[in-house]
């Protein structure tokens, strides 16, 4: 782990945040050894820190390398930002309201809104449906995948729980389904699966629970089912959706 020195703790930490180019609020910072003034000159011995990027800025970081590789061959597109809020499901139809309809009828439907918003966005895209290893995945093909990931892939979480929650309200029964654009959630589950050994890492190294990024139900799934083999730590999820989170924390009997 990178250690930082200065003559107090907070020179140290200003050097290690200098260093790594981050705020405060992104860093997890741990003091190694007080600084000591020492008597008549002798003894003296300059704070050390550990400064490190949050697990949360690390993944950032991941995931806008993903993003970049695969907008490289469309810098002409400008990459829409919206909100999750900016992005909403379209009022019911009074004339033709969509409910309790039968699996195939409900993905059926689901494609058709998925079309109808990548049209939009001005990123048309050809919508296929496919089944694999148990999840119902649409995947988005468009020569414009930039602006339906978006940056730090917002734009596709967005759609992921717009999808979600269309297929809710026209469903007869429950259905899970992903979102994808490009191999975008093939790299996205590499990045996971690191960063799922890497957060145990941590905790198992601090003795403190995590709190990772907010992220759709399946990619908390992903990391739950990583760490499920690892007897020293446990898992379990905080908040509501869009903005649930996972927490990796010490399992109880390593307290």
């Given at each position: 782990?990178p250690?930082?020195?200065?003559a107090?703790v907070?020179?140290?930490?200003?050097k290690g945040l200098?260093?790594?180019?981050?705020?405060k609020?992104e860093?997890?910072?741990?003091?190694v050894e007080?600084?000591?003034k020492g008597?008549?000159?002798m003894g003296k011995?300059?704070?050390?820190?550990?400064?490190?990027?949050s697990?949360a800025?690390e993944?950032s970081e991941a995931?806008e390398?993903?993003?970049?590789d695969?907008t490289?061959?469309?810098?002409?597109t400008?990459?829409?930002?919206?909100?999750?809020?900016e992005?909403?499901v379209?009022e019911?139809?009074s004339r033709q309201?969509?409910?309790e309809?039968?699996?195939?009828?409900?993905?059926t439907?689901?494609?058709l809104?998925l079309?109808n918003?990548s049209?939009?966005l001005?990123a048309?895209?050809?919508?296929?449906m496919k089944r694999e290893d148990g999840l119902i995945v649409?995947q988005?093909d468009?020569?414009?995948?930039?602006?339906l990931?978006?940056?730090?892939?917002?734009?596709?979480?967005a759609l992921?729980?717009?999808?979600q929650?269309?297929?809710?309200?026209?469903a007869?029964?429950?259905?899970?389904v992903?979102v994808?654009?490009?191999d975008?959630?093939?790299k996205r589950q590499?990045?996971?699966?690191r960063l799922?050994e890497r957060?145990?890492?941590?905790?198992?190294?601090?003795?403190?629970?995590?709190?990772?990024?907010p992220?759709?139900?399946f990619?908390?799934?992903?990391i739950?089912?990583?760490?499920?083999?690892?007897?020293?730590?446990?898992?379990h999820?905080?908040g509501?959706?869009p903005?649930?989170y996972?927490?990796v924390?010490?399992a109880?009997?390593y307290?």
């Open positions: 782990m250690i930082y020195e200065g107090t907070q020179e140290a930490i200003q200098s260093a790594l180019s981050i705020a609020d860093a997890v910072i741990e003091v007080e600084a000591k008597f008549l000159g011995k300059n704070a050390r820190v550990s400064v490190e990027p697990v800025e993944i995931v390398e993903v993003v970049a695969v490289a061959e469309d810098q002409a400008p990459v829409v930002e919206l909100e999750l809020e992005v909403t379209p019911e139809d309201v969509l409910s309809l039968e699996d195939e009828a409900a993905l439907q689901l494609a809104y079309t918003i049209n939009e001005k048309p895209a050809l919508v296929k649409f988005l468009t020569q414009k995948q930039g602006i990931i978006g940056k730090h892939g917002k734009m596709l979480n992921q729980y717009l999808a929650v269309f297929i809710h309200r026209v007869k029964n429950k259905l899970s992903v994808n654009v490009g975008y959630r093939q590499a990045i996971l699966e799922a957060t145990a890492e941590k905790v198992k190294r601090t003795g403190r629970p995590v709190f990772l990024e992220m759709p139900a990619e908390r799934k992903q739950h089912s990583v760490l499920s083999k690892d007897d020293a730590v446990q898992t999820s905080e509501d959706e903005y649930r996972l927490v924390e010490p109880k009997r307290y």
